[in-house]
């Protein structure tokens, strides 16, 4: 079980000491969904993921470290407005902060994670307005990096489908399905094929795509395959995948 422990913390970009709480632990939660939104139990966790200095409102994942780059977004006119901006549910624009800290730095990719940890959190407060413009945004930051891995690109289809933007989705799922997908991801992308075509944007997890694990594709079958990768050390959407058919 995790469990939350409370540290004094002086920020590194005003001096402000303050108590933080940060999650210790936690075991296996269960597969996560498409867009790797993890299961109720993490996500209730939330918010421990970032510290927010009551001071300067700098937020990071630990108070008391920060570049000049960063010390600079926090003191600029963007982020002193984004702090004020009460529109916005406070967890999910802790973690906006964080993503307009990481875009301003170059880190677009982090950046699109942190924007989307902030739809999670307008998911799970029935904002669904904000979960879509949030998640439009995450998929714009990953598309501005650099080129998004596999990985993130079928992600991305599953992003955009829940953002209701089907024919973003669709086009999304026919750049994949161009190159030769590895199994079973090609089926994930078949399953994001069937929801984009049903119209559905609701949330389906890693274990709802995929057969159980007696249906796992045969050894022997031809082409790219997940199961016969070089074993790499990843968390992920292939890391989930790898877990349900126990494979990691
Ligand atoms: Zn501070």
Redesign the pocket.
Known sequence: MPSVVETSVA??????E?RQRQVKGGGPAGPPDLDLRPRDAVRSTMAYWLQA??????VAPR?DRASEAEKAV?WSGPYRALLAETNYPALARRFLCRAMILEETGELHAAAEATLQAAWVADDLRRPELAREWRLTAVALFRQGPPPDLEQQVRIVDILRRAGDFGGAAAQASALERGALPEPVDRVVAFERRLIAAGDVRAYSVASALPPPAARPHAASRGPSLFRAEPRQRGGLFGAILRLFGRR
């Open positions: 920020c590194a970009v005003c001096g402000r303050s200095c009551p001071g300067c409102g700098y108070l926090v």
